[in-house]
Structure formats: C-alpha cells, structure tokens
C-alpha cells in the first residue's frame, strides 16, 4: 500500500499498525510505502523509525511535488504485483484493504475501486456542500470512465500497469489519471465507507478543484486524439459478492 503523506504525523503509527494487523487477519503478506513530502511535522522521520519494525519503505520527497508524483514515486520502489493507495487519515478504512485485494484476485480485475457510490458505499460526516462537490466531480468524469466514483482516492492496481503510465496531473484525483494513462481493461469497483479525516487539515482547496478541471480537459484531450483503445469490461461488486472473496469463497 502506497501512502502519501504531509503533515500526518498525529496518526502514521497507528495508520500503519492498524494496516498490518487487518493484513495479517486476512493472511496477506503487505508492504507499506510511506512516501513523504518533507512534512515539518517529523512525518517522515517517524515513518523511518516506524520501518524498523515493520515491512515498509519510505521516500523522502524535498517538498510537495503532487500525490500523482507521489503515487508513482511509491510504486517505483514497490515489490508486489498489486500496488494500493490511500490517504493517511483514515478516510479509508485499514480493514478494508484486504477486501481490495481478495476482489483483484478473485475478478482477475486490472483495477478495483473502493467506491462510495455502489450499493453499499457511504460517506459519513461530510457536510452536504462537500457532497455534492464530489458528485458534480464524478459526474464530470462519467464520459470518460465507467467508474461511479472516478474521484476516489482508495484503489488497488496492477503495478506493471501504473508503472508504465505516464503521469500529467499533479492533483490529488491519481486514481482517474491511472484510470484513462494505464488504460486498465478490466475494471471492478467495491463498495465502502468513507469517513472524513479524523484529524489534521483536509487538503482539498479551491486550487485543487481548478487542477481537477484542468485534469479533465487533458483526459477529454486524450480521449479525443488519442485514438483507438481495446475496450473494457466493468463490474460493480455488492457487499455479499465482497464478504465472499474474503472468506476466499
């Protein structure tokens, strides 16, 4: 699992304690890559004491460069044939990592979503003025993608694919960048909660939805002269479907 980090020193440890034991639970051998961007706060430095105990990397960035960079930077030293991402403030719950990857397995998928806009995806504690900014987003990203929830920012990918995607945007939307560069044909998505970030700062702002806006005409652009691409296969998992591939049934 790729983790970017700035400023997330209040809960690395335990973000990082909670991923291992939901790993272990599950019978998943894990690697966590903390990929920081020289966070003042001493992010970083604890995620390097943190990997003597644990199986995990970290990369020291000199400053914020963009989670897309980040992403890449993360999947460049990662081991794994599938490679995760997530936030670091527990807006993605550690327990369902394992659903995750017991779906790209169990699907043969190149890329599986936790999404919150399938039948038994939620949000909680999010005002609706947030809400609705991330539907207009999604809904913006339909034409391009079959994805519902093409903003989400917990997925699971092969990593031979996202490492050979070329990476333009520098926001925070990475899963829709890797969605229309790497071109995944087999795309499934699973259902999950999402809570907003327990502590710290959100890094969502003005100036990153006009990147996000930005992103999109570059996608569309792409799109339009990129020329033909094979086509893909999409799937929405429910809750049953998904407590069934982690029992391994």
Known sequence: MVVPTYNERERIAEL???????S?????????????DNSPDGTGELADRLAKSFRMKVVHRPGKLGLGAAVIAGCQVASAPFMGVMDADFSHPPAAVPGLLATIRATGADLVVGSRYVPGGSISNWPWPRRLMSRVACLLARPLS?????????????????????????????????????????LVEVPYRFNDREAGESKMSTKEALRYLVQLRDLYILTWTGGPRPPREYRQISPEELAGFIRGK
């Open 16 to 22: 990082v304690q909670r991923l291992f034991d939901a």
């Open 24 to 36: 272990k639970a599950a019978g998943i051998e894990m690697e966590v890559i903390v990929v920081d």
């Open 146 to 186: 079959p994805i519902r929830d093409a903003t989400s920012g917990f997925f699971v990918i092969r990593a031979d694919l996202a490492r050979r995607a070329t990476i333009k945007a520098g926001g925070f939307k990475i899963n829709l960048e890797l969605n229309m560069r790497a071109w995944p044909t087999r």
